[in-house]
């Protein structure tokens, strides 16, 4: 099959390694990093070789730029947490505030998971399009604008739509803080990606204290009863709680965008054939870490994050695609459905190596594990404070509406520390004989065992007690998917299949 003068050939080790592994039909290779033949649709991608980058970064070594990353990609994960947590505690206040029916207020925490939901979609696809340094900074922005906002809604209708975008940009943080983060780091450092997860129950924490002292003060009682008199102008606990979050995450936007130069992936910009930009952004990491490197564009020539494209050619002649991904968008007004086919046709080339033999399995059981992990735990997450509230007032009848808040907050605050330790023991799990799988399997067990045990104990000592096993095991069950999804996938998708992955969390 005769292919252009800028074509080149693999190895023929590697060929003759496809061939073997593939089908025995007849097939011919050919490899353009200027274009991907499409051929009867089927396209391959080979996997990321550790070459040249790696080296490098290894070289540079885990120094303060790292460092300072590791405090600001967890700054996202804290700010997911903690708005999520946020929305929970406050839905009592809401219901009482605009006097709406339980079958109602489920569309407030709906609405911010829906958002969450498109959030990991857009900002994962965005990070591989255009850069993973736009989306890192622009989901905490979204995040600040929307949370300040919601806090002056005037009606319930209008909160749930501030919050849907307010979940729009919470959505973003956990695929691509964790993205960028793993390709700035030594791959014998990459288990910190676990550790990251640390931040996320301080954010539960976090939010926690804040409603404390807030909500109990500024809350009218809640009622059963539809038709009961609240005055407005003292249950504006959950609109200072709101601001009180949009703030705060203003601070990390300012901590990212002001105190901290980041720079671009260099993996992301190999992957799109930006090697002196690379090399740039890798001689400015070397010299804030202090480091002394000699790093040219040969250097890279062969490096992991630009592999190439293998097309399988059948009977059919090819339809060529071009694989630039910078459109020009005032084409989108001489053109709209060429241009919606070209960014389609682009997209579906970035994806097609999550549904190529060697991915499929991979990419169902990550997407599988987020949605069924996620959901128990969503629905865990809201349930307990309306169960916590009606227990308190079960053991403290006669108490006043802010003692019975003030002990539900307390235990909500004993919930969401006893998070923080499983991080860390996820951490360490994930580098003895267990490994990420069983690590993984062995949180999701024993969650499921402290769920039983909380449905059988009616104290308020075992509720407590079986509430902290369940946070216990469950960040530890988190803390080694966060950082196993951004390992197992490729940077050329790696974005989208976070985003794709985290969006399955909210579904």
């Known amino acids: ?41 089927e396209s391959f991608y080979e996997s990321e070789l550790r070459t040249g980058l790696d080296s490098i970064i290894e070289n540079i070594g885990f120094g303060k730029f790292q460092k300072q990353l590791l405090v600001l990609c967890g700054f996202g994960w804290l700010a997911d947490n903690m708005w999520l947590q946020c929305v929970t505690l406050i839905l009592p206040r809401v219901q009482v505030h605009y006097q709406v029916s339980n079958s109602i207020i489920g569309f407030l925490p709906s609405s911010v998971t829906f958002g969450m939901m498109f959030g990991a979609i857009f900002w994962g696809i965005f990070s591989d399009s255009y850069g993973r340094k736009l989306a890192f900074n622009w989901t905490l922005a979204v995040t600040a604008f929307f949370g300040i906002f919601s806090s002056f809604a005037q009606s319930f209708a209008q909160l749930c739509f501030l919050l849907f975008f307010l979940g729009f940009g919470v959505g973003g943080n956990l695929p691509v803080d964790g993205t960028i983060f793993l390709e700035f780091v030594p791959k014998n450092q990459q288990h910190l990606l676990t550790f990251m997860s640390i931040f996320w129950p301080f954010g539960a924490v976090i939010t926690s204290i804040a409603a404390y002292l807030i909500l109990p003060q500024n809350s009218c009682p809640e009622s059963d009863d539809i038709t009961f008199f609240c005055d407005i102008s003292k249950n504006n606990g959950w609109r200072y709680l709101l601001a009180a979050m949009g703030g705060l995450t203003s601070l990390m936007l300012i901590g990212r965008v002001l105190l901290f130069g980041l720079k671009e992936s260099p993996k ?16 400015d990491i070397a010299q804030i ?16 994050e630009n592999p190439p494209r293998v097309s399988i050619s059948m009977t059919y002649p090819p339809v060529k695609i071009h694989s ?12 709209p459905m060429y241009f919606i086919k070209r960014r389609v046709a682009s997209k579906r080339q970035d994806m097609a190596p999550l549904f190529t033999p060697k991915w499929i399995k991979t990419t169902i059981l990550v997407w599988a594990i987020w949605s069924i992990v996620s959901m128990a735990y969503v629905m865990f ?20 509406g802010s003692d019975v808040l003030n002990q539900v907050l307390k235990d909500i605050l004993i919930y969401s520390a006893w998070g923080i330790p499983g991080s860390l023991i996820g951490t360490w799990l994930i580098d003895t004989p267990l490994g990420r799988r069983y690590t993984m399997a062995a949180g999701a067990f024993c969650t499921s065992l402290s769920v039983f045990l ?23 069950k988190y803390a080694v998917i966060y950082g196993y999804t951004a390992e197992v996938f490729e940077t050329r998708v790696r974005g989208t299949a976070n985003g794709i992955a985290s969006a399955c969390a909210r579904m």
């Open 1 to 41: 099959m005769s292919q252009s003068g800028e074509s080149t050939t693999i190895f023929d080790a590697e060929r003759e390694q496809f061939l073997n592994s593939k089908s025995s039909s007849r097939v011919a290779l050919t490899v353009d990093n200027a274009e991907v033949d499409y051929e009867n649709e």
């Open 268 to 283: 992301f910009l190999l992957a799109n054939n930006r090697h002196h930009e690379a090399v740039i952004v890798l001689r």
């Open 289 to 304: 870490n202090g480091r002394e490197i000699s790093i040219d564009v040969s250097d890279l020539s062969t490096s992991d």
């Open 324 to 335: 630039n991904k910078h459109f020009d968008y005032k084409d989108f007004f001489v053109d």
């Open 381 to 400: 997450n809201v349930f307990l404070p309306k169960y916590l509230e009606e227990l308190a007032e079960d053991e403290n009848k006669g108490s006043t």
């Open 454 to 476: 909380f449905s059988v104990l009616q104290t308020r000592i075992g509720t407590i007690l079986c509430c902290s096993a369940i946070s216990l095991f469950t960040t530890i």
